[in-house]
């Protein structure tokens, strides 16, 4: 561990201190932001925009004020003035930088916010919800880059490592999102509520819906544009092998129900403390239970009329028949969906979406619906689903409800009052959350590690992004982006020297 000693012996001094990126939850929209995650860097003029090696735009991740990095970071070496900006090509950066895919800039002026180049493509969903996450897509009226995210530069000091086994180690540091922030924080991925009723806030809202919705529906789309139906052959006596499946299913989640119908008598008869506890947990189990025996009763009423003697050829007619109708229908929504989209950007997209307009959106969205059998020949199951656009991908709404109050959240103290207090109350302490790993982002000192260190001697950490839900980054499968520096060059001011990589857990 020749990477502790230098840490904390030679090499540049001793490094006592590190930097956590704490992202400001609520965000102090009244004073000007001193460094922050995502949004537009501020670069003067001259100095141009990094790309890959190919050419490729870079997309920006941070840029922080380095009169805020403390004097026991890096060993006492490094920039204390100007500000360093982070830079990632997310479409090509899979396990370590190469081709210019990690750029570091250390800039004396801050300069004007800069727009992303023309030829950048639309990378906000590309980590988390792999929207766009082969090859960037420009897609008219969605920012090209992550929201913007002030964060303070949180002072940490670093322990001295401990001797285990003959072996210098260093224990990870512990970060507590609730004393950072002195107030509740919530683990997880973030997940609102979508109760019945909700819809997007935005017309900028409805983008992010129907882009979720066009997202959603690729499957069936590159399905449907193959060409014919292939026609659906069955065995005699197929629907009554699926049929006598089904009713030995319904059998057994019947006496489930009983069986625990009965348990149930007889913890009431024990009368526990906990019995209220304990019945809402059964009840949970019941309302399970009662709905897979509905489907399976529901299934076999949808396959009576093919049980007869000879009728197999006509369940395999019928399943064909729907089978087409469900690919021109989809290949209709498809259509539908983009009118749609051409129609809301001609709309003011930060402007509030009213009612009764996302009322009418929402009618030409569900006014069609299609059958589709769902047939498995080798395991003799066959079903029936009728649904419409968004019955059939629920979750296209909650990307987009997500999307939308993040966006609100993040502009300004306005958006964040179009937010429902309700909304606004379960989304706080998800924000609150430390990274997806319950490590910061941080610059300076050990990193927090996530499988095996693996860094060279004499490097110092520039920067550690972990994955973060609110800012829609996914690192390596749940991992981190780690950017690391010689002292030598670090203390030269060569930062086109750096070494980066990703680690996942």
Avoid at 22 to 33: F, G, M, T
Avoid at 195 to 213: C, I, Y
Avoid at 295 to 324: C, H, I, K
Wanted: glycine share 8%; proline share 7%; hydrophobic share 40%.
């Amino acid at each position: 561990m020749s990477f502790l000693k230098d840490l904390f012996g030679a090499g540049g001094g001793a490094e006592t201190q590190s930097v956590i990126l704490l992202r400001q939850v609520p965000i102090r929209y009244d004073e000007p932001a001193r460094s922050w995650l995502g949004g537009l860097p501020q670069m003067p003029e001259d100095v141009a925009w990094p790309r890959t090696e190919a050419g490729a735009p870079l997309q920006f991740v941070a840029q922080v004020c380095c009169a805020d990095l403390p004097k026991g970071m890096w060993g006492g070496i490094g920039p204390r003035e100007g500000w360093l900006l982070l830079f990632v090509d997310c479409y090509s950066m899979e396990e370590e930088n190469e081709g210019g895919n990690v750029q570091v800039l250390h800039l004396r002026d801050r300069g004007p916010e800069r727009e992303p180049p023309e030829d950048m493509g639309t990378y906000r969903n590309a980590m988390v919800d792999r929207v766009d996450s082969s090859r960037p897509v420009i897609r008219p009226g969605l920012p090209k880059m992550w929201r913007r995210w002030p964060v303070d530069a949180i002072v940490q000091d670093v322990p001295p490592p401990e001797e285990h086994d003959g072996e210098t180690v260093w224990a990870p540091r512990p970060v507590d999102a609730e004393t950072l922030y002195g107030a509740p924080a919530q683990r997880g991925f973030l997940r609102l509520t979508v109760a019945d009723g909700a819809r997007p806030l935005t017309w900028r809202g409805v983008l992010q819906f129907l882009d979720g919705l066009v997202d959603a529906m690729d499957t069936d789309l590159r399905a449907a544009k193959k060409g014919e139906v292939t026609p659906l052959v069955v065995e005699p006596g197929f629907v009554a092998g699926v049929m006598a499946k089904a009713r030995g299913r319904l059998a057994e989640v019947q006496k489930q129900l009983a069986d625990s119908e009965a348990q149930l008598e007889v913890r009431r008869a024990e009368a526990p403390p906990d019995l209220a506890a304990i019945e809402a947990r059964f009840q949970g189990a019941f309302q399970r239970l009662r709905a897979q025996i509905a489907d399976y009763e529901r299934n076999l009423a949808e396959l009576a009329p093919y049980s007869g003697f000879g009728r197999d050829v006509m369940f395999a007619a019928e399943v064909t028949e729907t089978w087409q109708a469900h690919r021109a229908w989809v290949l209709a929504q498809a259509r539908l969906v983009a009118e749609l989209r051409a129609e809301v950007l001609g709309q003011d997209l930060d402007a509030a979406l009213p009612q009764a307009d996302w009322e009418a959106i929402r009618a030409r969205l569900t006014a069609a619906r299609t059958i589709n059998w769902y047939v498995d020949t080798r395991g003799q199951t066959a079903s029936r689903v009728e649904t419409d656009l968004l019955s059939r991908h629920p979750k296209a709404l909650e990307f987009a409800l997500r999307e939308d109050v993040l966006d609100l959240y993040a502009r300004d103290a306005k958006g964040r009052d179009m937010i429902p207090p309700a909304l606004l109350a379960e989304l706080e302490p998800m924000l609150r959350s430390i990274g997806c790993g319950q490590a910061p982002h941080r610059m300076g000192g050990p990193h927090d590690v996530i499988q095996e260190p693996d860094i060279p001697s004499q490097m110092r950490m520039l920067f550690q992004i972990y994955s973060d839900y609110p800012m829609g980054w996914m690192w390596a499968d749940v991992g981190a982006l780690f950017v690391h520096i010689s002292a030598r060059d670090l203390k030269a001011g060569r930062f086109d020297a750096i070494e980066a990589r990703m680690d996942g857990g």
